[in-house]
Each structure stands twice: as structure tokens, then as C-alpha cells.
């Protein structure tokens, strides 16, 4: 086996959910995902330190959207900025990745140590929110608010997506959430 | 020892308070805390499954809430239900404890396990806010935005009444963070 498999990622990440969908999270062990990929364990080593790391791996979410923000024009209006960012990550890290991200969030919701690990990411993303809302001036306060709806905005607006059999845009759900919002509150 | 001690619960947490300021909430045993009350191990366990349950212990919050949203006028508006339960839970729940919460509030950032239940208890809380409103026929999207929100109002609020030192009731401060995230959604 030659030590550059292409794809290899791929492989190992599509046999994993498979073997999740199949048999369970916990009961799956890495031989069983490197034998189903046809890889090998030292192979699935180079991309992942275990197997929960396949479920949330490869994807510093936190890290990228603090990239985004810290990009961001410096007069943008705060609310703009995070509608922004929004639609930029909806397009680009979840549109066209529907089935696979419902997948993974039955994976998910199966494991409590995956579902602490997801409110914990959630939160991450919420205090990277704040921090660059922060930076760029922001009142403590409303920073809290902002990062905090930006993440409910977020995930409020997935669960619908996954949830929906149409082809509406995720950021177009996005949209809607901000305008429900405000007619909630108003 | 009488089987009855009469403020037993509240000797109990506050000897176990002052340990975990002290030397740290790992570091502190069942044991030592039952010494510094001057009660029985027994005793303890008749209030408290361990010592976690010290910090988060007798207080159902998700139970009060639900029991709170479930009591109110079945025509309120979702938003106006939203901000008097707020307000009756700051008046009865925060109001008169800011110190005992800051304590609390300083544990719980020192644990990471302390800090995971925390999340968790956050989750849950909306969840229940989220079934109350379905349950009065408040549409999916507008539920689970609303139940988030109204949780953020609370946490954001509880953090900027722990870090003021005037005598501003929490209940104003969550008001007014209401204004404040219409203003920053408008």
C-alpha cells in the first residue's frame, strides 16, 4: 500500500458513517473503518486521532469564522457582518452536504459524549463570534447578544434545512430566521 | 445526632462553597465538607447525591420553568409569556444571591465537568421553554428561535448583573437586553 492514498480521507470518513448508520457509534472500532475503506490503521491515523474525530473532524469551524470575521471590512455594520459570514458558511461548508449532515446528526444525537462535544462546539463558535465582535468595537452586551443569536440563527436554520425535502438555500432560511426573529420580538 | 437538623441543606452548602473557594472543587471530599458543616456523611447524602450536585443541586430549574410556562394565560403572546416568566425567575430565583451566584459562577468556570453540566443545563431549559411554546400552538421556526433567545436573555443578563456592582434588579437588566438585541437585529 503506497503511503499516499488519494482520497483516503474521503474513504475513511464514508466508511465510518456507514458503519455508525449500521451498527452504532459506540460499538464501531477503527480496524472496522480502515478494513471497510481498504486502508490501513496507520493510514486513518494520519488523518484522525479517533473515531469521534471522524464524526466532528477535519473541520476547525471555530477557526474559520474567526478568519471570516477578522476579514471583514472594519466598517461593516455588526448585524451585517454576522448575516454576512452567515451566508458565506452556509454556502460553502453545508450546501450541497445535506445527506451527509443528516447523517451525522443521527450519529450525533445516538452518543452522549458526541452531543456534549457539539454543545460544546457550539459554544466555541459563540465566544470566537463574540471576541470579533469585540474587537472591532462592539459593547460587551451587545456583543454577548449578537454571538449568541448568530449561533441560534445558525443552528435553528440547519435543523430546518434538514428537516425540509425542498431545495430551498440554507443562507435563504437564514434570511427568514433573522425576520421571524425580529417579528417575534417586535 | 438527631435524624432532623434544622438548616442542615444550607450549612451543608455553604461549608461546601467556602472548600471549593478554598482549595479547589477537585481537591474537596465529601468528607471534609461534612467536617467543616459539622454534619454526618448521612446527613449529606439525605440532601445530596455527591458533590456536584452541591453546586447545581435542589434546584430544578428546567421543572420550575415548565411548571411556569404551563400556569400562564393561554393567550399571552409567546413573547410577552417569555419576558414575565424572565422577570418572576429573576425576582424568585436570582434576586437577593448575587454574591452566592458569583461563588458559584467562579466554581463552575474552575471544572470542566462542572462547566459541561452546565451547557447541558442551559440545553435543557430551552428545550423546555421550546415544548411550552409548541404546545400553545407557537409555529416550529418561531418555537425554537424564541426558546433560544429567550434562554441568551437570561445568561447574557445573569453574566453583565454578576460583573455590575450597583443594585440594578437583574429583571431591568434583562429588559433592557431585550431592547438592546431589537436595536442590533433592526
Redesign the interface.
Known amino acids: 500500500m503506497s503511503r499516499w492514498e488519494p482520497g483516503a480521507r474521503r474513504r475513511l470518513e464514508k466508511a465510518a458513517f456507514e458503519l455508525f448508520a449500521e451498527q452504532g457509534f459506540a460499538a464501531t472500532t477503527v480496524p472496522e473503518i480502515t478494513a471497510r475503506a481498504g486502508l490501513s490503521t496507520r493510514t486513518f491515523h494520519r488523518y484522525f486521532a479517533d473515531k469521534r474525530e471522524v464524526v466532528f473532524g477535519g473541520e476547525d469551524v471555530p477557526a474559520e469564522a474567526a478568519q471570516m470575521l477578522a476579514d471583514a471590512a472594519p466598517d461593516d455594520e ?2 451585517d457582518l454576522i448575516m454576512t459570514s452567515l451566508r458565506t458558511f452556509a454556502e460553502t461548508r453545508f450546501e450541497g452536504r445535506r445527506d451527509e449532515l443528516r447523517m451525522r446528526r443521527e450519529i450525533v444525537s445516538s452518543d452522549p459524549g458526541l452531543r ?1 462535544r457539539d ?2 462546539k457550539r ?1 466555541t463558535v459563540g465566544k470566537v463570534v463574540h471576541d470579533a465582535l469585540i474587537a472591532r468595537g462592539v459593547s ?3 456583543a ?3 454571538a ?2 448568530s449561533v ?2 445558525l ?2 436554520s440547519v ?2 434545512w434538514l428537516a425540509r425535502d425542498d431545495e430551498t438555500p440554507l443562507a435563504d432560511i437564514i434570511a427568514d ?2 425576520n ?3 417579528s ?3
Open positions: 455588526p448585524l456534549e454543545l460544546q459554544e460587551a452586551t451587545q454577548a447578544l449578537l449568541e443569536t441560534t440563527l443552528y435553528v435543523q430546518e430566521a433573522l421571524t426573529l425580529r417575534t420580538l417586535a
